[in-house]
């Protein structure tokens, strides 16, 4: 156990804060999500060290097993997930993104174990056998990508933070009926208004939002007077009411706040998912900021988490560094089909 500590200790101690430093002064870093993967993978082998060798080799078969049966139930919950968003939500490519990537990923892994057991030859898929192992490596590599951004948001979630804010951006989103809030934006205004209670020195509220076409007022309209009748004094709202995108709130939101004296402590609040690309798109704008997600109904989580890692994913800073990686991954199989 002594040499456990000595030995791997300061290997465990070091990625960890390097992973809660990075996440804490750049929180928008993709690369992030990799020192989380590290991170977890280093404290499992830390934590086999405290075992005596016969019960460390079950711990760590336990590991594995464990993180093959959450690839696999992937595919299944990804598919449940679909189903109920179809019944709940409407049938729409967005709503029906859960349902395909599930059978996607169910075909990947499905190739996968007929190459791992050695199936492959059995099975006789003939020409398609490098078309099959191409669609493994494939799934295996943007699953691992989806994997990190998953686990590296929901880490974002639960990191403390201090409420010490000057302003809270609240992001709005669509009307029900073009002027009742829904229950995605309720969930972040009251997540903004836990903020306000919390902080000694009371902050000012953003709410940010334009009026849509189909809308009857603006979102940051409906969210004031939200606020408002939850206690919050009109004096401590500042609207901004001419946005349409996730970047004109942030654009918009910096505008009122550089015009503005004193402190500039920025807390960011949208719905959970929504946090990665709020925070990727307030560092091209400018704004300092720290991102808090509000909850979301969770059968809608997974489908809007997707979203986001696709919106995030064709970035022009990220796409051409997953495709090389991905190019790279997959040479062998290219290497067969030019054979």
């Known amino acids: 156990m002594i040499d456990n500590i000595q030995t791997l200790g300061p290997v465990f101690a070091g990625v960890w804060i390097l992973t809660v430093l990075m996440t804490l002064v750049r929180p928008q870093r993709y690369l992030n999500s990799f020192l989380l993967m590290l991170s977890l993978a280093v404290t499992v082998v830390f934590a086999a060290g ?3 060798p016969d019960v460390r080799a079950y711990f760590l ?26 019944r709940k939500e409407s049938v729409c490519p967005a709503h029906l993104l859960s349902l395909g990537l599930g059978i996607v990923v169910a075909a990947g892994e499905i190739a996968t174990v007929v190459y791992v057991l050695g199936l492959a ?73 836990e903020i306000y209670e919390k902080c000694a020195e009371k902050p000012f509220l953003i709410p940010s939002g334009g009026q849509g076409s189909d809308e009857k007022i603006s979102e940051a309209q409906a969210m004031k007077a939200y606020l408002v009748s939850h206690g ?3 004096a401590h709202i500042l609207p901004e009411d001419r946005s349409a995108t996730t970047k004109e709130n942030l654009l918009n939101s910096k505008e009122i706040i550089d015009g503005r004296q004193g402190g500039r402590k920025t807390a960011l609040v949208s ?22 997600g509000a ?6 989580w997974p489908s809007a988490l997707i979203r986001e890692f696709i ?11 997953a495709m090389a990686g991905y190019l790279l991954f997959i040479i062998p199989v290219l290497y067969m089909f030019i054979r």
């Open 232 to 234: 919050i004094p009109e």
């Open 295 to 300: 909850d979301v109904a969770l059968y809608y």
């Open 271 to 292: 719905s959970n998912y929504h946090i990665y690309r709020c925070l990727l798109l307030a560092r091209e704008a400018g704004l300092k900021c720290t991102g808090i």
């Open 50 to 52: 405290f075992f005596s």
């Open 121 to 193: 030859d059995a099975v006789d898929l003939g020409k398609w056998n490098r078309w099959v192992l191409l669609l493994s490596m494939t799934v295996f590599y943007f699953s691992f990508l989806v994997l990190c951004f998953v686990l590296y948001s929901v880490f974002m979630q639960v990191m403390p933070h201090r409420m010490n804010f000057n302003y809270v951006v609240i992001h709005g989103c669509g009307l029900s009926g073009g002027e009742k809030m829904t229950r995605l934006l309720s969930n972040r205004v009251d997540k903004a208004i």
């Open 311 to 321: 919106a995030v994913f064709v970035s022009k800073k990220l796409f051409p560094w």
């Open 61 to 86: 078969m336990a590991c594995l097993l464990l993180a093959a049966l959450s690839l696999f139930l992937v595919p299944v919950l990804l598919i449940i997930n679909g189903v109920q968003m179809i």
